[in-house]
């Protein structure tokens, strides 16, 4: 069965502390993504990774870095959170076809800095 | 640029009653943009509902619709007789196949309600 898990799905955080938000896929999917959803926003991409090692900035890379040192493990890391932060954020994986990519998501992890 | 603009929610509508969520996409840096809708149902994730990439086509899932239609550059999501199961947040996508790892354009999502 695909599917994209992600941890912690909720989270506590005052500002200026570190956050660590995981994600696993067990597709062996190449490229993974963080995304974060806020009201009115709709989806903004933060990074993407096409496999290990091997990642690019999205449109609102700053405040956050992530890491990928194994195919099936992708996490976001925010150093020194801000209350700005406070967000529902998504983990994705894309499996590429003939009939177009599809995204396969997380379930989420909301994230609240105070 | 490259966006989605779609149906402002929330959206109420009543059990059995006809749907229609708005999309419209701009994809000036995309030849042959590929299209998507995705529900994220309560306390789910996004999961995808149905997509379409090849322009006049349409493609359909658990009773929804949409058709590709690249003369009005639209991709409106549409279903006969709504159930209160369908209650969640949708969400149309662009994506771009030549990039070779797909970058995706998603709209703002629209809240649907569907009361008993």
């Known amino acids: 069965d695909m599917k994209v898990t992600q941890m912690p799905r909720y989270l506590i955080k005052r500002m200026g502390e570190n956050v660590l938000l995981e994600c696993g896929q067990d597709m062996s999917h190449e490229t993974m993504y963080w995304y974060r959803q806020d009201p009115g926003l709709g989806l903004q991409l933060i990074y993407i990774s096409y496999d290990v090692d091997s990642n690019s900035e999205g449109d609102i890379p700053k405040g956050y870095r992530v890491s990928r040192k194994k195919r099936e493990h992708f996490s976001l890391i925010l150093d020194s959170a801000k209350t700005n932060q406070t967000s529902v954020y998504f983990c994705?994986?894309?499996?590429?076809?003939?009939?177009?990519?599809?995204?396969?998501f997380g379930e989420g992890s909301r994230l609240i800095v105070v | 640029g490259d966006s989605v603009t779609q149906t402002e929610g929330p959206v109420t509508v009543s059990e059995s009653e006809s749907l229609i969520i708005n999309c419209t996409y701009s994809a000036t840096s995309i030849a042959y943009p590929n299209l998507f809708w995705y529900v994220r149902y309560p306390g789910e994730g996004l999961q995808l509902l149905l997509k379409?990439?090849?322009?006049?086509q349409k493609g359909s899932s658990r009773g929804f619709e949409a058709t590709y239609n690249k003369e009005t550059t639209s991709f409106h999501l549409q279903k006969a007789s709504v159930q209160e199961s369908d209650s969640a947040v949708y969400y149309c996508?662009?994506?771009?196949?030549?990039?070779?790892?797909?970058?995706?354009?998603f709209g703002k999502g629209t809240s649907l309600t569907v009361i008993p």
């Open positions: 996508a662009l994506g771009d196949p030549n990039t070779g790892y797909q970058n995706f354009y």
């Open positions: 994705a994986s894309s499996l590429p076809g003939i009939s177009g990519n599809t995204l396969y």
């Open positions: 379409v990439i090849t322009a006049g």
